[in-house]
């Protein structure tokens, strides 16, 4: 069955850089979500989009922006980079009305910032 | 703030014994918990959940447990195999439809031959 892609799996930055990271969500799940998960924590909620729009909005910085497009892949672009956003970054992705909010994750993206 | 604990960073058990991860909330609002399985350099994968108006959810050899007057859940694995050895996370959200998960911290779990 298909999965959350997420590209690239590996990204190197220097601090001050900007980063895009790409999600492309399972076919004909509609919402996709961005998590940021630091070394020895839990996975923190940034940003989701439903249907193209911006749904919920967790913690994510004023230097990151997302948004999700017409073939609802979706990026998440972090400028002014900092040594603390070293991180994986996990996106998911589910579907409207599924019973318990099952989401989906892709592999991850980890981001290393020098 | 916390809002999802799961109280035991390591948990280690024999192969073909049962394992027993557990999972305390503190809001009344959480309507669905899901657990997810993660090994390293990998996402986060789904294994099976459980909404507020059950107290029991059974899928082959992993069974969730909720106790909503307690706000604790568990996850049982029975029998437990080695390839079960990972970090077992604890998420819980709101209500159905597109609303963000909140993890626990996590428990590794080792499961030797």
């Known amino acids: 069955a298909a999965g959350v892609i997420q590209s690239p799996r590996h990204l190197i930055k220097e601090k001050r850089e900007t980063a895009t990271l790409k999600c492309y969500p399972i076919?004909?799940?509609?919402?996709v979500y961005w998590y940021q998960q630091g070394p020895g924590q839990d996975p923190q909620f940034l940003i989701s989009?439903?249907?193209?729009?911006?749904?919920d909005k967790g913690s994510i910085p004023d230097r990151f922006s997302a948004q999700q497009f017409s073939d609802y892949h979706s990026e998440l672009n972090m400028s002014s980079l900092e040594l603390g956003d070293s991180a994986l970054y996990f996106c998911?992705?589910?579907?409207?009305?599924?019973?318990?909010?099952?989401?989906?994750f892709g592999p991850g993206t980890r981001l290393t910032v020098l | 703030d916390q809002q999802v604990k799961q109280n035991s960073p390591s948990l280690s058990v024999q192969e073909g014994r049962i394992s027993i991860l557990n999972c305390d909330y503190t809001?009344?609002?959480?309507?669905?918990f899901l657990w997810y399985k993660k090994y390293p350099a990998e996402g986060p994968t789904f294994l099976i959940s459980?909404?507020?108006?059950?107290d029991k959810n059974e899928d082959g050899r992993f069974t969730v447990f909720l106790n909503k007057s307690a706000k604790h859940l568990s996850l049982h694995i029975v029998p437990s195999q080695p390839g079960d050895s990972a970090v077992y996370f604890c998420?819980?959200?709101?209500?159905?439809?597109?609303?963000?998960?909140?993890f626990g911290t996590g428990t590794r779990l080792l499961v030797s031959p």
């Open positions: 989009f439903y249907e193209k729009m911006q749904s």
């Open positions: 459980i909404s507020s108006i059950k």
């Open positions: 076919p004909r799940h509609d919402t």
């Open positions: 998911a992705s589910s579907q409207t009305g599924n019973s318990y909010n099952e989401q989906f």
């Open positions: 809001n009344s609002m959480f309507d669905y």
């Open positions: 998420a819980a959200s709101p209500n159905t439809g597109f609303q963000k998960l909140v």
